[in-house]
């Protein structure tokens, strides 16, 4: 079994930001025909108990609170949540880790690069590393995902790098090869993608989504300068490492031949019209295909594929 939780559907800084009164944002502040996302994480289970989480979004504490399945029941103190697997090393993927302080023992996994971010900084030294390993993930290769007692979870990970960018935080020091991944997640039968960050949707890409039974996608803005536009930010989608939803080189059109998976879109910027229930941009992007991914949304799926 593949059980799929969106945990958070939106970008960095989620929906509304707190600074913004951008239209989208006083909608969503009200609950008028938008509904609010925290920052862009999965939880994936291969049996509905044990936990995977994609991505610990500085809002993993109120996500766990959200999710009866993340809880702890029976003794005293525990967590489902098995390991963490990380996209890469922004403030919007890494900074939940800091909730996850309490001495619980879990894996931690991610690239090279975006293990190297974590080890320079010492505030993620709360995670104590003799009972929270840090494994680096190496391109190419399908890992068993193992529950803390060393059992098989029934899930296999395998990563794959694509076109990114460098942390925010870390422009400075250019972009590595291993800075965003995607993460193909599978039971054996049925297969997942999630990649939250994309800045090139390449044929490699296209092709192994083809195979996937659900894809989960970078759907940061509709239009690469919609924030320049809007007066929001003087950044493009392009500088910012994402391909944007309408634009010839983003998915609505480069995946338009992908049939076979169900497609979600979710790391959705606060300035992305599809935000809002009513817009054009919305209608048009459901008729692509494509789910606007939604906080809570579950999707069990098993069987042959
Ligand atoms: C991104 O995905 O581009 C980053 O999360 C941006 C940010 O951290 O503000
Ligand atoms: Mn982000």
Same mark, same amino acid.
């Given at each position: ?22 239209? =989208? ?43 009866? +399945? ?18 890469? +090393?922004?403030?919007? +993927? ?15 996994? =991610?690239?090279?690069?975006?293990? /190297? ?11 104590? $590393?003799?009972?929270?390993? $840090? ?30 960018? +460098? ?6 020091? =250019?972009?590595?090869? %291993? ?7 599978? %039971? ?16 490699? !890409?296209?092709?192994? /989504? ?10 940061? !803005? ?8 809007? =007066? ?20 609505? $059109? ?29 209608? /048009? ?21």
């Amino acid at each position: 079994m593949l059980d799929v939780i969106i945990l958070g559907a939106g970008a960095g800084g989620g929906f509304p930001q707190w600074n913004s009164a951008a239209p =989208g944002c006083l909608q969503a502040r009200e609950g008028r025909k938008a509904k609010p996302r925290t920052q862009a994480s999965l939880a994936v289970s291969g049996d509905g108990v044990h936990w995977f989480l994609l991505n610990a979004s500085p809002d993993l504490r109120q996500q766990i609170l959200a999710t009866p +399945a993340l809880q702890q029941h029976g003794s005293t103190r525990g967590t489902p949540i098995q390991g963490v697997i990380l996209a890469g +090393a922004e403030i919007d +993927a890494i900074t939940g880790l800091l909730t996850l302080r309490e001495r619980e023992p879990f894996t931690l996994m =991610g690239s090279p690069s975006t293990l /190297a971010q974590l080890d320079r900084n010492p505030i993620f030294e709360a995670l104590d $590393r003799s009972i929270i390993p $840090r494994i680096a993930l190496s391109e190419g290769t399908t890992v068993p995902l193992l529950l803390k007692n060393g059992a098989p979870s029934g899930l296999v990970l395998e990563v794959f790098t694509v076109p990114g960018k +460098a942390p925010l935080y870390a422009e400075a020091e =250019g972009t590595k090869p %291993d800075d965003t991944l995607g993460l193909s997640i599978s %039971d054996g039968q049925k297969t997942m993608l999630f990649v939250p960050g994309c800045a090139e949707i390449t044929q490699a !890409l296209k092709d192994r /989504a083809s195979r996937a039974d659900l894809l989960f996608f970078d759907g940061t !803005l509709w239009q690469d300068d919609e924030m320049i536009r809007t =007066g929001l930010s003087p950044k493009s989608g392009h500088r910012m490492g994402h391909v944007s939803m309408n634009e010839t080189d983003g998915p609505l $059109r480069q995946f338009a031949a992908c049939t076979r998976p169900k497609k979600f879109f979710v790391h959705i910027n606060n300035s992305n019209p599809v935000l809002l229930e009513d817009s054009p941009q919305r209608q /048009a992007a459901e008729q692509a295909g494509w789910v606007i991914g939604e906080d809570g949304m579950r999707l069990k799926t098993e069987g042959p594929s």
